[in-house]
């Protein structure tokens, strides 16, 4: 019986297999983000989306920021990254939620999505493709949980960062 609890107790003592390292293969420890391209066709008559001027740069200082926070990759130049990742801004989207019985908006939520590759320079080729990547936040007009659209947008961004990171740190 004694054995048994010994066993057990190591078990327990030697863990479950969970570890906050990083799953990246040692060869990466350098990435660069390129700049995004905006590609949201905000003028087309088909469909107008929302402008929001500069976006494409607000998502690239998330994502880099969000790297330089995790520090499991750090941020650098072209010519030295071990890897690169390239974006490209597909839409910028408020959809309503839920309205009230006057019709009146009561939830939105905000919706960046984009199209994301991260390249391995050395072998020139890409380590993972994602066509519509997508960060998103909800928010109240009213109410105890009311929230402005800029403070969702800023959640969303976080958002979109913390998910760019998780999949290329967590996905080995």
């Known amino acids: 019986m004694k054995k048994i609890f010994l066993l057990l107790m190591a078990g327990l003592l030697a863990g479950c297999g969970y570890s906050t390292q990083s799953l990246l293969p040692e060869n990466y420890k350098v990435i660069h983000v390129e700049p995004f391209e905006n590609k949201i066709d905000f003028v087309s008559q088909d469909q107008r989306k929302l402008y929001l001027p500069g976006l494409e740069n607000r998502v690239r200082e998330a ?81 105890p949980l009311a929230k402005s659209e800029s403070q969702a947008i800023q959640e969303a961004l976080t958002d979109f960062a913390q998910r760019t990171v998780a999949r290329t740190i967590e996905n080995w």
């Open 63 to 143: 994502v880099v920021d969000r790297y330089l926070l995790d520090g499991n990759l750090h941020i650098t130049d072209k010519d030295t990254a071990d890897l690169i990742l390239k974006g490209q801004l597909l839409s910028f989207d408020r959809e309503e939620l839920r309205v009230n019985t006057n019709d009146t908006v009561k939830e939105y939520r905000i919706r960046i999505t984009a199209a994301l590759k991260l390249i391995d320079p050395a072998e020139d080729k890409p380590v993972w493709e994602e066509p519509s990547f997508a960060g998103e936040a909800t928010y109240y007009t009213t109410g």
